[in-house]
């Protein structure tokens, strides 16, 4: 095989197992870095397991979970009708809503923006890593941002 093949496959083979610097690169989160990003949910949020927070729902497993599914947090009705509808958070509505989370669920009660994709992005890893399910959440989001490799 000839060097420039060989450049080429490798090449090949980086882009396909996600290895590339490709443009993939720039919509992908850092836990890490999330966890920094949380410190901004605190005040209202929990990741511990059943711990309580006067001021918002628990979020440990709030990946995948269907809206509204906390039992021991009051949601505003427009947040529960959400979640009958079918709203389930994963990485598409998660950026949505901490996006702006009035505009996405309207007359719900959280405030807090998160303009900034990046942020959004991290803040959405973390929260992966809380959760029974927690590796086949990581994964699904994984497989949800593949189409972005060529
Ligand atoms: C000032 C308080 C406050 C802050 C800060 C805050 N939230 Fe919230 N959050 C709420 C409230 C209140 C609700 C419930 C909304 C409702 O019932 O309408 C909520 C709901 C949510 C939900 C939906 C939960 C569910 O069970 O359906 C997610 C996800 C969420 N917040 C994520 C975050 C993240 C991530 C941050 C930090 C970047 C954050 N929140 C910061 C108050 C806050």
């Not at 590339?20 to 949020?45: I, Q």
């Not at 994709?117 to 973390?126: A, K, M, S, T």
Request: aromatic share 6%.
């Amino acid at each position: 095989m000839s060097i420039k093949k060989k450049l080429l496959t490798v090449a090949v083979l980086a882009a396909s197992t996600g290895l590339g610097l490709g443009p993939s690169l720039a919509a992908e989160g850092d836990p890490a870095r999330g966890e920094n990003v949380f410190k901004r949910c605190v005040s209202c949020h929990s990741l511990e397991p059943g711990k309580k927070r006067p001021t918002g729902p628990n979020l440990y497993g709030v990946f995948g979970r269907v809206a509204a599914a906390d039992p021991d947090y009051r949601y505003t009705p427009a947040m529960k009708e959400a979640g009958a509808s079918g709203l389930v958070w994963n990485d598409e509505n998660l950026m949505a809503y901490l996006e702006d989370p009035r505009k996405f669920v309207p007359k719900s009660r959280m405030i807090l923006k998160l303009p900034k994709e990046q942020d959004r992005l991290d803040v959405i890893e973390h929260l992966k890593l809380f959760g029974d399910n927690a590796d086949a959440a990581a994964e699904s989001g994984a497989e949800a941002e593949a189409p972005a490799t060529p």
